[in-house]
């Protein structure tokens, strides 16, 4: 599902070049659920925007679902983006003045499917998640492991090959993260690609493998 | 590229903003609302003057006292004439003028201000001494009687024709519920446009005992008239015969000390002999003058200056609508600016979902387009309204609302959301998605 080699990426700040990552090599395969944990500055983020096409590698290869991604137009990837990854964050990113129904919806706006499958998709994934009697309201109205279940749904609404998730517990508390780490458990079982960022070794051994970023090189 | 999308977006991003959105859109709403008023504004009062002007009649000639000059262009200069001496023309000067060849008829008037007083009511008008065809060149129609004949003016018969304002005074109609019962009286002043709005509200005050003065006697200086008929209402710019009293010349001359003609207006036998009278005229004046301290001024000679006049004002409006539209335009992309800043996250998630550059831009340059329409959709609305409710209920002068003025209006707001709509657009399809996810 996921091939990088020797991923090299540098971030400038006035003169001061800053190496982030430093020749990453990593290989995912399809189904399978995968931890990179690392410390603050050890170049997570950057792993995480790398491999959702947020940001472009400085110097390497990088193939998902078999295309190579460094070699794609920025179009290309956005395309890719939409249909191939879900995003999870730690802050959840939901659109505060849309309605959960809307957020979740979001993606296919930005897809190809058809609107009547659109509204059939969002609202079984919702009744997946015990949302549907909450589609209509606003995200400020709900609680944290709500707001991270309207992503995990906004996530996987376009059945994408690969899930990220960017310390997805980081804001909840013990009860909400063991649901929510449930329900990733439950998402990779029907064949999901995970790959989980986290600095939380909990979090981390829940996936089948655990990777370790240090000064911008896996181990 | 989905334009419907975006477009969905854009309404949705508008309505999510609404209360925003309504404070932006209030510049574009205040811009169009001052183009459409004061357009109408503009070409109602040049209609208006035009008219007045015009109705003097192209065979007409207008003899004032006082000496308008000549522009350089060959034009009258018809404000020279303001600044000049009193009126030296007198009735003699309108006889003269009668022999003239081509001369069909002259109607001199008198003018002065006068108290009226009719039973304990008492009404500062002005009196002006006329001949019979006054009614007939001034456009005055009358709302009931009949006025003075010939016969009359030359029998220097005491009759009188009120003016509307005049009349309604004499009779009390005029008169507030408020107005202090002691007060007997009135200086007869056109009554204000809300006082008027207000009655036609709360219904007009009418008198239940005396609906009209014709057949009664009115005393001007201790004499006794006869009032035989009452103007219709005829506020106009500056030439309003409301607050008149009007009768004969004779008659005036003979029971007040005016001597002096306000104005004079010839009429030629035919327009080809209007350029021959006007000169005539001119001599048969300056023989009875030992200084031209008078003008004789034609029709086309009027409405060329007051065209002038008009234009400079439509070219000035154009100037302070510009500016509005300008001032508005600035404020609706700062306050998209604003947005797009505050709403960096959100724009940072779409891009993270899929939305492609080109929808960020077609979404936020679609909000910008659809304010500006609709405020000025608004704007133009109310400039309607205004200009209704001010033709129902002001009559000094109508408002003009020419289709031009609506679709420039229209265009104008389209191309202002287009222009302004650019920036933001760009500034919010620029943004890295990566960086515009960590922003706080």
Redesign the interface.
């Known amino acids: 599902m996921i091939d990088l080699k020797d991923v090299r990426k540098h971030y400038r700040s006035g003169n001061l070049k800053s190496e982030v990552l430093r020749g990453v090599n990593l290989q995912v395969k399809q189904g399978e659920y995968v931890a990179i944990m690392g410390k603050s500055g050890s170049g997570k983020s950057t792993m995480l925007?790398l491999l959702?096409t947020?940001?472009v590698l400085d110097t390497g290869e990088y193939k998902l679902a078999g295309k190579s991604v460094h070699k794609m137009s920025?179009?290309k990837r956005?395309?890719l983006?939409?249909?191939e990854i879900g995003?999870v964050?730690q802050h959840f990113?939901?659109?505060p003045?849309?309605s959960v129904f809307q957020n979740v919806l979001?993606?296919l706006?930005?897809?190809r499917k058809r609107l009547g499958k659109k509204k059939a998709r969002v609202l079984a994934l919702l009744d997946e998640m015990g949302l549907l009697d909450k589609k209509n309201q606003k995200p400020d109205r709900l609680s944290g492991g709500e707001k991270q279940r309207v992503a995990i749904a906004?996530a996987l609404v376009?059945e994408p090959g690969l899930i990220l998730a960017d310390e997805p517990t980081g804001s909840l508390d013990e009860e909400t993260t063991e649901s929510i780490l449930s329900l990733f458990d439950r998402v990779h079982e029907q064949g999901a690609t995970i790959v989980v960022i986290t600095h939380d070794q909990e979090v981390a051994e829940r996936a089948g493998r655990i990777l370790r970023l240090q000064n911008g090189v896996l181990v | 590229m989905k334009l419907f999308t975006a477009f969905k977006l854009a309404c949705f991003g508008l309505w999510s903003n609404r209360y925003r959105v309504l404070s932006a859109m209030m510049g574009v709403v205040i811009g169009m609302f001052a183009v459409i008023v004061l357009t109408a504004i503009a070409i109602g009062v040049k209609d208006t003057l035009m008219k007045q002007m015009g109705s003097l009649g192209a065979e007409q000639i207008l003899v004032m006292p006082g000496r308008v000059l000549d522009t350089a262009n060959g034009q009258k200069d018809l404000l020279s004439g303001l600044t000049s001496v009193p009126s030296t023309l007198t009735y003699e000067d309108a006889k003269a003028v009668e022999d003239v060849p081509d001369v069909k008829t002259v109607t001199p008037q008198l003018e002065t201000v006068n108290f009226v007083e009719y039973e304990d009511k008492t009404v500062q008008s002005a009196i002006v001494g006329t001949t019979d065809q006054y009614s007939r060149v001034q456009h005055a129609k009358l709302a009931e009687g009949r006025f003075f004949t010939k016969e009359e003016q030359l029998a220097e018969s005491k009759v009188v024709v009120v003016g509307n304002n005049i009349h309604d005074s004499l009779l009390g109609k005029n008169e507030l519920p408020e107005a202090e019962e002691g007060s007997s009286t009135n200086v007869a002043e056109p009554m204000s446009w809300w006082k008027r709005l207000l009655n036609k509200i709360l219904g007009e005050k009418v008198s239940a005992e005396e609906t009209s003065l014709v057949g009664q006697s009115i005393t001007i200086n201790e004499e006794s008239f006869e009032v035989i008929g009452v103007l219709a209402p005829n506020a106009t710019l500056g030439s309003s015969t409301d607050n008149n009293v009007v009768m004969p010349i004779e008659t005036a001359l003979a029971t007040t000390d005016m001597k002096n003609l306000t104005k004079m207006i010839v009429e030629a036998s035919s327009l080809d002999a209007v350029d021959e009278v006007d000169g005539a005229v001119f001599n048969a004046l300056s023989a009875n003058h030992s200084e031209i301290d008078f003008s004789v001024v034609k029709q086309d000679q009027m409405l060329g200056a007051l065209g002038k006049v008009t234009s400079i004002l439509q070219v000035m409006l154009v100037g302070i609508t510009a500016t509005a539209l300008l001032i508005s335009g600035t404020g609706i992309m700062n306050v998209m600016v604003m947005s797009v800043r505050e709403r960096t996250r959100e724009i940072g998630i779409r891009k993270a979902l899929g939305a492609t550059t080109i929808e960020i831009m077609m979404q936020f340059f679609f909000e910008t387009l659809l304010l500006c329409i609709i405020g000025g959709a608004v704007g133009i609305g109310l400039g309607y309204a205004f200009i209704e409710v001010w033709n129902g209920n002001i009559e000094i002068f109508a408002l003009v609302l020419p289709m031009w003025a609506v679709k420039l209006a229209l265009y104008t707001s389209v191309a202002i959301g287009s222009l302004v709509g650019i920036y933001p657009a760009l500034k919010a399809a620029s943004m890295k998605p990566s960086k515009a996810l960590r922003f706080e």
């Open positions: 925007n959702g947020l940001d920025r179009g956005v395309r983006r939409n249909e995003f964050f990113q939901l659109i003045n849309l979001l993606p706006t930005y897809g906004r376009n």
